[in-house]
């Protein structure tokens, strides 16, 4: 299985884990290094800039969110991943497909 996200998810994450769980930056520099290592996971570090600033901020408030909805709108077959509500129901009033975390 192949699993390919926006560079701007590591982003989002080291903040998460910062400012939500106060992990140690050391800790989740392992955490990251562990996770891109895995067989099938890819970052991807080009936006569709034109497409980027389509859905933002009309469709996606949130510039951080709209640049991962961007990848995942250029990416054929991907699916968003987010615990954020407000994402979530941006994604879907948008048609894409996303998973809601619990």
């Given at each position: 299985?192949?699993?390919?996200?926006?560079?701007?998810?590591?982003?989002?994450?080291?903040?998460?884990?910062?400012?939500a769980?106060?992990?140690?930056?050391?800790?989740?520099?392992?955490?990251?290094?562990?996770?891109?290592a895995?067989?099938?996971?890819?970052?991807?570090?080009?936006?569709?800039?034109?497409?980027?600033?389509?859905?933002?901020?009309?469709?996606?408030?949130?510039?951080?969110?709209?640049?991962?909805?961007?990848?995942?709108?250029?990416?054929?077959?991907?699916?968003?991943?987010?615990?954020?509500?407000?994402?979530?129901?941006?994604l879907?009033?948008?048609?894409?497909?996303?998973?809601?975390?619990?």
């Amino acid at each position: 299985m192949r699993h390919r996200l926006s560079s701007h998810v590591l982003t989002e994450f080291v903040y998460v884990m910062d400012r939500a769980y106060q992990v140690p930056k050391e800790r989740s520099n392992t955490m990251l290094r562990d996770f891109v290592a895995l067989p099938g996971v890819t970052v991807c570090h080009e936006t569709d800039q034109a497409l980027l600033l389509s859905l933002w901020p009309a469709a996606v408030a949130d510039f951080g969110d709209a640049i991962i909805a961007a990848t995942c709108k250029a990416l054929k077959g991907s699916m968003a991943v987010t615990f954020d509500v407000k994402f979530a129901d941006s994604l879907k009033r948008l048609g894409m497909p996303v998973y809601q975390g619990e």
